[in-house]
């Protein structure tokens, strides 16, 4: 985010889909609490059932209430210099599509960001994503994330993947194994 606001040389607009309790602009390392960092000019949130008050304090700027999965075009009134979904779209059923919505409202140079858990395609193609959402609890992880599925998006999308990375051994929660 820094570096994208330092291209545009201004404070940038961001957009956070799947907020939660807010983590992201924690990380940012705001001046204080409720602030936002002298990088960004506003920081709206898209969750389910977040917390707005808790929101506020924390410095975000908006909070939209939307079910990522509902297929319905997110109520936006601006485009965004960038959008994060940080480990939201493992969560969804179709991220593609949720992705999809979102992508008119980044602003032609704008820069979109994510994290997930991921698993070689190989092990993605033996059917595993069908078992995991047969096993997954309310709000659990129903699609598998692979390097391949982000690139294909993003090529049918005409976005350019800047930054890929990431690794895996084995799925172990809470293990010290699977870090």
């Known amino acids: 985010l820094e570096a994208h ?3 545009l040389g201004r404070p940038i607009s961001v957009l956070e889909i799947g907020v939660d ?5 924690t990380f940012m ?3 204080r609490s409720g602030t936002l960092p ?9 969750d389910l059932a977040a917390n707005p008050d808790a929101l506020q304090s924390l410095g975000y700027s ?3 209430r939307m079910n990522l999965e509902g297929g319905a075009e997110p109520p936006l009134k601006q485009r965004y210099d960038a959008m994060i979904f940080l480990h939201v779209l493992e969560h969804l059923h179709a991220p593609e599509a949720c992705l999809r919505a979102f992508l008119p409202f980044l602003a032609d140079d704008g820069v979109l960001m994510g994290g997930a858990p991921t698993i070689p395609k190989l092990v993605a ?3 595993y994503e069908k078992r995991l959402a047969r096993k997954a609890k309310p709000y659990g992880h129903v699609s598998v994330m692979s390097p391949e599925r982000i690139e294909l998006f993003a090529e049918q999308a005409q976005m350019v993947v800047s930054f890929l990375s990431g690794a895996y051994f084995m ?3 809470g293990r010290g194994i699977e870090n």
């Open 5 to 7: 606001a330092r291209h």
């Open 21 to 25: 309790m807010g983590q992201q602009l």
């Open 29 to 31: 390392d705001a001046p």
């Open 38 to 46: 002298a990088i960004v000019s506003r920081w709206d949130a898209v």
């Open 62 to 64: 908006n909070y939209i």
């Open 125 to 127: 193609d033996f059917g």
């Open 171 to 173: 799925r172990n929660t």
